[in-house]
C-alpha cells in the first residue's frame, strides 16, 4: 500500500478542522466526543435546557440577584467606567449551546471510518496488518505478541489523551492554531516523548 | 498581589456569557478572578464529571 503524500494529509486535515469549526460552531475534538459518549453512559443524557435570548436573559437575572442580592446592581470597586449601552439590535445574542447528543458522535465516527476506508482503498487498497510496518518490530514480536502491544500502545494513548484533556485533533490540530498555551505544551510533549521513545528503540533494537 | 484567575476562563461558555454585562460581572469577581476553587463547575470538571452548560458557578441550573 502507498501512503498518500504528506502534504496531502496537511491540507486535508485543516479542511476538516476548518470545516468542522464553520459547519458545527465547535472545535474539532475526537477524544472529546468518545469523553462524550462515555460520560452519557455513566451519568445519563445531558438534560440542560437549550436557552437563549430573552428567556435565558431573565434566568441569569433571577439566579444572580438570587445569589447576590444588591451587590449584583452595583459595578464592582474595580470596575472600568461602563461602556455606553448598546442598541437593542446590536447586542450580541446571549446563547447557551445544548451539546450535541450521541447520534452526532456516532455519525462523526462513522465519517471518520469511512474516510479512511476511501482514503486506503484510492490509494491501492485495503490490507489489515497487525504490525507497525517495521522489520525490528516484526522480528521482535510474533503473533498474539502484537497484539498485545498494540492493544498496550493503544491503552497508553488513551490514558495521555484522557490525562491532558485532549487529542492530536482537539491539542494538535485546533489548540496549537490557536496557540493555546496547554495544547502548545501537551502537543509538545506528545510528539517530543514519540520521537525520543522512536530513536530510543531503534537504538536498542539495532 | 491579586489572586490568579481561574485556568478554564478561556474555555468556559459560562464566564464568556458573564462579560455581557455588569449585573453579571458579579460571578466574574466572586468567582473566577478570585476564588474559583469553590466554583462547581471547576470542581466538576477537575474530577472528570461533565459540566453541564446551564450550571452556575454555585451550583444552581438555569432553566427556563
Not at chain 1, 445519563?44 to 439566579?63: C, H, N, R, V
Not at chain 1, 459595578?75 to 446571549?94: D, F, G, H, I, K
Not at chain 1, 447528543?101 to 490490507?127: Q, R
Request: include cysteine; hydrophobic fraction near 45%.
Amino acid at each position: 500500500m502507498q501512503f498518500w503524500p504528506w502534504y496531502l494529509g496537511g491540507v486535508a486535515l485543516t479542511t476538516v478542522a476548518v470545516g468542522h469549526w464553520l459547519l458545527m460552531n465547535r472545535m474539532m475534538a475526537v477524544s472529546g466526543r468518545v469523553t462524550a459518549l462515555v460520560n452519557r453512559v455513566r451519568f445519563g443524557p445531558d438534560k440542560a435546557p437549550a436557552l437563549s435570548g430573552k428567556e435565558l436573559e431573565d434566568a441569569l437575572l433571577a439566579a444572580t440577584l438570587a445569589a447576590f442580592g444588591d451587590e449584583a446592581l452595583k459595578a464592582p470597586p474595580t470596575a472600568p467606567e461602563p461602556a455606553p449601552e448598546p442598541a437593542p439590535s446590536a447586542r450580541p445574542q446571549l446563547t447557551l449551546t445544548k451539546p450535541q447528543g450521541p447520534g452526532m458522535h456516532a455519525l462523526f465516527f462513522f465519517g471518520l471510518a469511512i474516510g479512511g476506508l476511501l482514503s486506503v482503498l484510492l490509494a491501492g487498497g485495503l490490507e489489515v496488518s497487525p504490525s507497525l510496518r517495521g522489520a525490528r518490530f516484526e522480528a521482535l514480536f510474533d503473533g498474539p505478541g502484537r497484539y498485545a502491544v498494540l492493544l498496550l500502545g493503544g491503552l497508553c494513548v488513551g490514558f495521555g489523551t484522557r490525562m491532558t484533556g485532549g487529542c492530536t485533533s482537539g491539542h494538535g490540530l485546533c489548540g496549537v492554531s490557536r496557540f493555546q498555551p496547554a495544547s502548545l505544551l501537551a502537543t509538545a510533549a506528545f510528539f517530543g516523548t514519540g520521537i525520543v521513545t522512536s530513536f530510543a528503540v531503534a537504538l536498542l533494537l539495532a | 498581589m491579586a489572586d490568579p484567575p481561574c485556568p478554564h476562563m478561556k474555555s468556559c461558555e459560562m464566564y464568556e456569557i458573564f462579560t455581557f454585562s455588569e449585573t453579571l460581572a458579579v460571578w466574574k469577581t466572586r468567582y473566577c478572578q478570585s476564588d474559583y476553587s469553590r466554583c462547581e463547575r471547576y470542581q466538576r470538571a477537575l474530577k472528570g464529571q461533565p459540566v453541564p452548560v446551564n450550571l452556575l458557578p454555585n451550583g444552581h441550573l438555569l432553566e427556563k
